[in-house]
């Protein structure tokens, strides 16, 4: 194992340690210019070709068939299945936690309504590489966020081996996330199958997915055809690690990656030779028990790419440690957490003695496509996000429009743009009158998203159901603490998403916000009712709630009646920062915007936020009954009535 004092090191050897890019990289180049030629112009015949001469296999087909995945779900053990399923779950799981909402909303100053709407891209090929290995862990990280993105098409690429058989491994991870269109083909020529399309293969928007330097110079050349996302290249890792550790854990962080293969790179950062003494040790033991070839590409590793280097402070390795920004960084040192804080640039942090690399690589929940070659300093670990794209919303007020058109007009002229000048200046604004206007932006049968605007209030609301959005809390914004609470709770008790924010005008009046936020909610609920009519909902329900020693029942009816009915009496009592009244008037906006019936009824109850909470958990749970499916019911509403 290489051993180094940083502080002996030349600027040369610094500069070749963090460029680590291939020497050979203009013969990659002309090489892979020309595979990407052949496939731009002879399609699926130069692929045949190309599988032959590159990776020794004759291809009768380029997309894997049916057989082929029976075979594979009957090939791999049932012990290996479970662990492969328990990684799905988890990385799922994790992947869902990032998922932004739908589409969000704000007011902004004079008038201003924008957010951004989100789209799942509709075609991605991914790509798992084959040859120092088996990846079935490559295509879970893919393939998962991909899914769980809502992803339309999914190609996948792998390269076949010399039977023409794909690896058994990814395929069933393939068949278990229900990805069937998958190609025998790797390499450059499978960057550029992708992204120009063949007789057989169509084009994708985007590719995702770690290879070797052919595959990564092709998605370079093929970027403006085609997105390539995330840069994931040879495996690379930095162990930061002092005199407090194990060495033994130490050695085995700093080889797991150098296992993958000669062009990895596995540095072990430190300012205790000691350290370095005893990790090497434990090195040349490890190495002794491994078989070829990764023996032989450890070996490689820790003499060419890798090896220890020793600091003088930890500011030093610090520094180093941001330049480099490696892929994973692993710190096995005593006050890791503060540590944690100076770190700007790595794809990973993996912290404590209990949390190997290969915890992150196959199951834990956490992605293991990753930036490498330094584009950590400017790119994430690959997710759900990666398989979105946003599209801005913009929606001006009349009193908007008649603020900015000046500076419209006059940035516009500054540019020599006229028509773009005129287009603010001439425009007819409509007015909006004084009742509020309500601006249905988008909706479906689970979700909608609402403005309503009038002189008083502007209230921006989201709603929609599926997986619970983990920032439910903070995405729920009005002047009232106590009001977001029951929000809060009416979401919890739904089964509804909701993310609103109110902003007020001119005077600001607590019981406009109740009052109108009220009246909004209802309307969104209203319009997803009248969604949930034509294929048979209930549209009625009742609850009963309680917390501790207050009990409330709640009974709510869709059939265009507007009515607020309570035997709690509206009195002047605070709660918390409300007025007992104005959670009245939230609930009689509610009815108001809502067109519906709604009963409360506090049967027991001393403390004021106990009673106003089982009232509110028992109006959540009354609205998740009005959405029950009764299909008796299509076509109608409570009442009877048709709609």
Same mark, same amino acid.
């Given at each position: 194992?290489?051993?180094?004092?940083?502080?002996?090191?030349?600027?040369?050897?610094?500069?070749?340690?963090?460029?680590?890019?291939?020497?050979?990289?203009?013969?990659?180049?002309?090489?892979?210019?020309?595979?990407?030629?052949?496939?731009?112009?002879?399609?699926?015949?130069?692929?045949?070709?190309?599988?032959?001469?590159?990776?020794?296999?004759?291809?009768?087909?380029?997309?894997?068939?049916?057989?082929?995945?029976?075979?594979?779900?009957?090939?791999?053990?049932?012990?290996?299945?479970?662990?492969?399923?328990?990684?799905?779950?988890?990385?799922?799981?994790?992947?869902?936690?990032?998922?932004?909402?739908?589409?969000?909303?704000?007011?902004?100053?004079?008038?201003?309504?924008?957010?951004?709407?989100?789209?799942?891209?509709?075609?991605?090929?991914?790509?798992?590489?084959?040859?120092?290995?088996?990846?079935?862990?490559?295509?879970?990280?893919?393939?998962?966020?991909?899914?769980?993105?809502?992803?339309?098409?999914?190609?996948?690429?792998?390269?076949?081996?010399?039977?023409?058989?794909?690896?058994?491994?990814?395929?069933?991870?393939?068949?278990?996330?229900?990805?069937?269109?998958?190609?025998?083909?790797?390499?450059?020529?499978?960057?550029?199958?992708?992204?120009?399309?063949?007789?057989?293969?169509?084009?994708?928007?985007?590719?995702?997915?770690?290879?070797?330097?052919?595959?990564?110079?092709?998605?370079?050349?093929?970027?403006?055809?085609?997105?390539?996302?995330?840069?994931?290249?040879?495996?690379?890792?930095?162990?930061?690690?002092?005199?407090?550790?194990?060495?033994?854990?130490?050695?085995?962080?700093?080889?797991?990656?150098?296992?993958?293969?000669?062009?990895?790179?596995?540095?072990?950062?430190?300012?205790?030779?000691?350290?370095?003494?005893?990790?090497?040790?434990?090195?040349?033991?490890?190495?002794?028990?491994?078989?070829?070839?990764?023996?032989?590409?450890?070996?490689?590793?820790?003499?060419?790419?890798?090896?220890?280097?020793?600091?003088?402070?930890?500011?030093?390795?610090?520094?180093?440690?941001?330049?480099?920004?490696?892929?994973?960084?692993?710190?096995?040192?005593?006050?890791?957490?503060?540590?944690?804080?100076?770190?700007?640039?790595?794809?990973?942090?993996?912290?404590?003695?209990?949390?190997?690399? /290969?915890?992150?690589?196959?199951?834990?929940?956490?992605?293991?496509?990753?930036?490498?070659?330094?584009?950590?300093?400017?790119?994430?670990?690959?997710?759900?996000?990666?398989?979105?794209?946003?599209?801005?919303?913009?929606?001006?007020?009349?009193?908007?429009?008649?603020?900015?058109?000046?500076?419209?007009?006059?940035?516009?002229?500054?540019?020599?743009?006229?028509?773009?000048?005129?287009?603010?200046?001439?425009?007819?604004?409509?007015?909006?009158?004084?009742?509020?206007?309500?601006?249905?932006?988008?909706?479906?049968?689970?979700?909608?998203?609402?403005?309503?605007?009038?002189?008083?209030?502007?209230? /921006?609301?989201?709603?929609?159901?599926?997986?619970?959005?983990?920032?439910?809390?903070? +995405?729920?914004?009005?002047?009232?603490?106590?009001?977001?609470?029951?929000?809060?709770?009416?979401?919890?008790?739904?089964?509804? +998403?909701?993310?609103?924010?109110?902003?007020?005008?001119?005077?600001?009046?607590?019981?406009?916000?109740?009052?109108?936020?009220?009246?909004?909610?209802?309307?969104?609920?209203?319009?997803?009712?009248?969604?949930?009519?034509?294929?048979?909902?209930?549209?009625?329900?009742?609850?009963?709630?309680?917390?501790?020693?207050?009990?409330?029942?709640?009974?709510?009816?869709?059939?265009?009646?507007?009515?607020?009915?309570?035997?709690?009496?509206?009195?002047?009592?605070?709660?918390?920062?409300?007025? /007992?009244?104005?959670?009245?008037?939230?609930?009689?906006?509610?009815?108001?915007?809502?067109?519906?019936?709604?009963?409360?009824?506090?049967?027991?109850?001393?403390?004021?936020?106990?009673?106003?909470?089982?009232?509110?958990?028992?109006?959540?749970?009354?609205?998740?009954?009005?959405?029950?499916?009764?299909?008796?019911?299509?076509?109608?509403?409570?009442?009877?009535?048709?709609?």
């Amino acid at each position: 194992m290489k051993i180094r004092r940083y502080t002996e090191m030349t600027k040369e050897e610094i500069h070749e340690l963090l460029s680590r890019h291939p020497k050979n990289l203009d013969e990659i180049k002309d090489s892979v210019a020309k595979i990407i030629k052949r496939v731009s112009e002879e399609g699926d015949r130069a692929l045949f070709e190309l599988e032959r001469e590159l990776d020794h296999c004759e291809l009768t087909t380029l997309r894997v068939e049916e057989r082929e995945f029976e075979e594979a779900e009957k090939a791999v053990e049932p012990e290996l299945k479970r662990s492969i399923e328990l990684a799905i779950e988890n990385v799922k799981n994790y992947q869902k936690r990032l998922l932004p909402p739908p589409i969000w909303l704000e007011s902004f100053a004079n008038g201003i309504i924008a957010g951004e709407k989100v789209s799942a891209i509709q075609s991605v090929g991914l790509y798992v590489p084959r040859g120092k290995g088996s990846f079935p862990s490559v295509m879970i990280m893919l393939g998962v966020p991909a899914r769980v993105a809502g992803v339309k098409r999914i190609v996948v690429a792998t390269p076949p081996e010399r039977s023409g058989k794909v690896d058994e491994k990814v395929l069933f991870v393939c068949n278990a996330l229900g990805i069937k269109e998958v190609y025998k083909m790797g390499g450059a020529q499978a960057i550029a199958a992708l992204a120009l399309g063949t007789q057989s293969i169509k084009k994708v928007s985007k590719i995702l997915g770690p290879g070797s330097a052919y595959v990564n110079v092709a998605k370079q050349l093929l970027a403006g055809r085609v997105d390539i996302g995330l840069i994931a290249g040879p495996s690379e890792s930095v162990v930061v690690a002092d005199e407090t550790q194990n060495p033994l854990n130490v050695a085995l962080d700093l080889l797991q990656e150098a296992e993958h293969g000669p062009d990895s790179t596995s540095l072990l950062l430190t300012t205790s030779q000691t350290l370095v003494e005893e990790v090497r040790k434990e090195v040349e033991q490890i190495l002794s028990q491994l078989d070829e070839p990764r023996k032989g590409f450890v070996e490689t590793v820790l003499k060419e790419r890798g090896g220890a280097i020793v600091f003088e402070t930890m500011e030093e390795i610090v520094n180093f440690v941001n330049e480099f920004a490696p892929e994973h960084l692993v710190l096995d040192v005593k006050d890791a957490f503060s540590l944690l804080q100076k770190i700007e640039n790595a794809g990973e942090i993996l912290i404590g003695p209990n949390t190997p690399i /290969s915890a992150g690589n196959y199951i834990a929940g956490p992605n293991a496509v990753l930036p490498t070659g330094g584009f950590a300093k400017s790119m994430s670990p690959l997710s759900v996000r990666d398989f979105l794209k946003t599209t801005s919303i913009l929606s001006l007020s009349s009193d908007a429009l008649l603020f900015y058109k000046e500076h419209i007009e006059r940035l516009a002229k500054s540019e020599g743009f006229p028509l773009h000048a005129l287009s603010a200046v001439r425009r007819v604004p409509v007015y909006e009158d004084s009742k509020g206007e309500f601006r249905v932006l988008s909706a479906s049968e689970r979700s909608i998203s609402v403005v309503r605007e009038s002189r008083e209030s502007k209230v /921006s609301l989201i709603i929609y159901a599926g997986e619970r959005d983990l920032n439910l809390k903070a +995405n729920i914004s009005t002047p009232l603490e106590f009001l977001n609470h029951m929000i809060e709770t009416i979401a919890w008790r739904s089964g509804f +998403n909701i993310r609103v924010s109110v902003n007020l005008e001119g005077y600001k009046l607590m019981h406009v916000v109740a009052e109108d936020t009220g009246i909004t909610m209802g309307y969104a609920f209203y319009q997803l009712v009248q969604r949930g009519f034509s294929k048979g909902i209930e549209g009625c329900g009742s609850s009963i709630a309680v917390i501790d020693e207050a009990r409330a029942s709640v009974s709510l009816s869709f059939e265009g009646r507007s009515l607020y009915v309570s035997n709690l009496k509206t009195s002047f009592e605070r709660v918390e920062d409300m007025l /007992s009244a104005d959670l009245h008037n939230f609930l009689s906006g509610f009815a108001q915007g809502g067109r519906c019936t709604l009963h409360v009824v506090v049967e027991s109850g001393s403390d004021p936020h106990h009673v106003w909470e089982a009232v509110f958990r028992a109006f959540g749970e009354a609205l998740r009954e009005c959405f029950k499916q009764n299909s008796f019911r299509r076509g109608t509403t409570p009442g009877v009535k048709g709609v």
